[in-house]
């Protein structure tokens, strides 16, 4: 009698991001944890030499090669609002097929498993409202891709998914003939928008309960970093893959040094050899 074959567990997918300047512990924690999860990483950058000069483990690549001159990408990018502009680096290279995105402040427990031929959507719920685009997948010519990047790229831009009084104020600027909005940081492009079209289109169910990825708001981040690392071990579970970090609101309170050796940002630091 011949015994069953083996079945080998799916490869897993390259996790791909962007960063732009100095990297700090949390940016390498990040990294490390995604190459010990048993991801290729894959880090897009303006300035290829400098980010490879900061020796983080993956591949650098120029972001050129995904995004291209863009009016409303550039636009951002011009005024130093790289929050933003990163929401179009990440379209941009799920479009291409690249691979899973995550911000590079996430810390991974353990590796982030689709479905082979890449037809599943990777996305989770931050709060029963939104569905948060730290962490995101979709196929690269899915009608979420599609709509999503049609819309944010579009001149002069619409914003349906924005709140009531913005959707106003946007339809105003393009009856006076403003092509491009006076304030874009008001449009909502990022978690709000991909709500919208995640909704619209039906693929809800595809999110991740809120412990995948978030299992702390941002406003409990600092528990990452405190010494008794007890309050924040305590929301995180066995499903968690990955723990959103919060970098912005860590670096907002003050908690920017690398973290106590003994807090749970600290011991998964040790635990990576960092």
């Not at 991974?108 to 990777?122: A, H, I, K, M, S």
Request: net charge positive; glycine share 8%; charged share 25%.
């Amino acid at each position: 009698m011949n015994s069953p074959a083996h079945r080998s567990a799916p490869p897993m997918q390259t996790i791909v991001t962007y960063w732009e300047g100095e990297v700090s512990w949390l940016e390498r924690l990040s990294a490390a944890s995604i190459v010990a999860a048993g991801h290729d990483l894959q880090i897009y950058s303006h300035d290829v030499a400098a980010l490879r000069g900061q020796g983080l483990p993956g591949t650098v690549i120029d972001v050129r090669e995904v995004l291209g001159p863009n009016p409303m990408a550039d636009l951002y990018r011009r005024r130093k609002s790289y929050a933003f502009y990163t929401d179009y680096v990440r379209l941009g290279l799920l479009r291409e097929g690249r691979g899973i995105w995550s911000d590079l402040d996430f810390v991974f427990r353990q590796p982030l498993r689709v479905t082979p031929g890449g037809t599943d959507y990777v996305f989770g719920w931050l709060n029963p409202n939104r569905i948060n685009n730290a962490i995101l997948y979709a196929p690269a010519h899915s009608d979420l891709v599609s709509h999503y990047w049609d819309a944010i790229t579009a001149v002069p831009i619409r914003v349906p998914w924005a709140t009531g009084h913005i959707r106003v104020k946007r339809g105003l600027e393009i009856l006076l003939g403003r092509r491009f909005p006076i304030h874009p940081e008001r449009l909502a492009i990022g978690p709000r928008a991909l709500t919208h079209f995640v909704r619209r289109l039906g693929l809800a169910h595809h999110a991740r309960a809120k412990p995948v990825f978030y299992p702390l708001d941002d406003d409990d981040a600092y528990r990452l970093t405190e010494p008794d690392d007890g309050a924040a071990r305590a929301l995180i579970g066995p499903e968690t893959v990955a723990v959103h970090a919060w970098r912005g609101k860590l670096w907002s309170i003050g908690r920017n040094a690398p973290p106590d050796r003994s807090s749970w940002l600290g011991r998964r630091s040790r635990e990576l050899g960092l």
